[in-house]
């Protein structure tokens, strides 16, 4: 088992930046890769970002050039740093990890609010 925790939401004004964390603990060995997901009210989660334990990133088009996804593979942390904030990337963000299994975990999420 794996466990996921975010932390780092808020509100934010259109323009800004936020970086969100998430903490990985359990069986991490088993992990392949980690991403971002996202989901707005009344809409299907979808793909934000996600990063391979080797550091191959893939970017949804609508958040490329403003998101970077990093990970520490010291502290067993992703990161999901969002920068020129759009009222668009208001959500809940959620922390994923995939395992060379294909088991896939899952943090509870953190509320992004993105509004002047």
């Known amino acids: 088992q794996v466990q996921l925790v975010e932390s780092g939401g808020g509100l934010v004004q259109p323009g800004g930046s936020l970086r969100l964390s998430c903490a990985l603990s359990?069986?991490?060995?088993?992990?392949?890769?980690m991403g971002w997901y996202r989901q707005a009210e009344g809409k299907q989660r979808e793909l934000v970002a996600t990063?391979?334990?080797?550091?191959?990133?893939n970017y949804a088009d609508s958040v490329q050039g403003r998101l970077g996804i990093s990970r520490d593979i010291v502290k067993n942390t992703v990161y999901l740093q969002m920068n020129s904030l759009k009222p668009e990337d208001t959500a809940v963000y959620y922390c994923?990890?995939?395992?060379?299994?294909?088991?896939?975990?899952w943090g509870k999420g953190t509320l992004v609010t993105v509004s002047s």
């Open positions: 994923n990890a995939t395992s060379h299994g294909g088991m896939d975990y």
């Open positions: 359990g069986s991490i060995v088993s992990i392949y890769a």
């Open positions: 990063i391979t334990i080797g550091g191959l990133t």
